[in-house]
T-cell receptor
Framework: GAVVSQHPSWVICKSGTSVKIECRSL??????MFWYRQFPKQSLMLMAT?????????EQGVEKDKFLINHASLTLSTLTVTSAHPEDSSFYIC?????????FGSGTRLTVV | GQQLNQSPQSMFIQEGEDVSMNCTSS?????WLWYKQDPGEGPVLLIA?????ELTSNGRLTAQFGITRKDSFLNISASIPSDVGIYFC?????????????FGKGTLLTVNP
């Protein structure tokens, strides 16, 4: 079955630093990947749609300069949280689309101190 | 944005009991998906529904795609402790370049042994 690997699974960083999260489709090519943010006891909130070789499409209210997305290959998308602040602490999840099948990564717990 | 109304918000049941949860929408969806999320993990697909009226089973799980294409339910029979988690419905309105999933707010299931 389709497998999506997301790394790191958790990260703690100092306020003002940047953090990069990787999302890889291991056994299929994903022209489209999605990045979500999830707060405790809440649903997944779509942040952006990432298409290979083109700029990401961000949802309303998501800062493009704060959350940099790169989808340089058919198997890798990265999310960089720039100049992180405590309010950026959250659970970030990626998803890769293969035909009509959406496979999710295991998530990254980001804590900014 | 588009909202999916998922209910109930939480359930506390005894092991062995059956469970039912549902999602409704004011708009039509072409695909309904049901996911389970364990703490600190990404969602895992349980059942996918592609046709109005479709009834699909996966072990103790049964889900149906409403005939109006505006609703879906998920049933879990003879619950066991490992069924604990958050269950999300998700709808897809395919067409054009829009492949974004819309998620319900989730149903938190607790199973008492």
């Amino acid at each position: 079955g389709a497998v999506v690997s997301q790394h790191p699974s958790w990260v703690i960083c100092k306020s003002g630093t940047s953090v990069k999260i990787e999302c890889r489709s291991l056994d299929f090519q994903a022209t489209t990947m999605f990045w979500y943010r999830q707060f405790p006891k809440q649903s997944l909130m779509l942040m952006a749609t990432s298409n290979e070789g083109s700029k990401a499409t961000y949802e309303q209210g998501v800062e493009k300069d704060k959350f940099l997305i790169n989808h340089a290959s058919l198997t890798l998308s990265t999310l960089t949280v720039t100049s992180a602040h405590p309010e950026d602490s959250s659970f970030y999840i990626c998803s890769a689309l293969d035909l009509y099948r959406y496979t999710f990564g295991s998530g990254t717990r980001l804590t900014v101190v | 944005g588009q909202q999916l109304n998922q209910s109930p918000q939480s359930m506390f049941i005894q092991e062995g009991e059956d469970v039912s949860m549902n999602c409704t929408s004011s708009s039509i969806f072409n695909t309904w998906l049901w996911y389970k999320q364990d703490p600190g993990e990404g969602p895992v697909l349980l059942i996918a529904l592609y046709k109005a009226g479709e009834l699909t089973s996966n072990g103790r799980l049964t889900a149906q795609f409403g005939i109006t294409r505006k609703d879906s339910f998920l049933n879990i029979s003879a619950s066991i402790p490992s069924d604990v988690g958050i269950y999300f419905c998700a709808g897809l309105r395919s067409g054009g370049s829009n492949y974004k999933l819309t998620f319900g707010k989730g149903t938190l299931l607790t199973v008492n042994p």
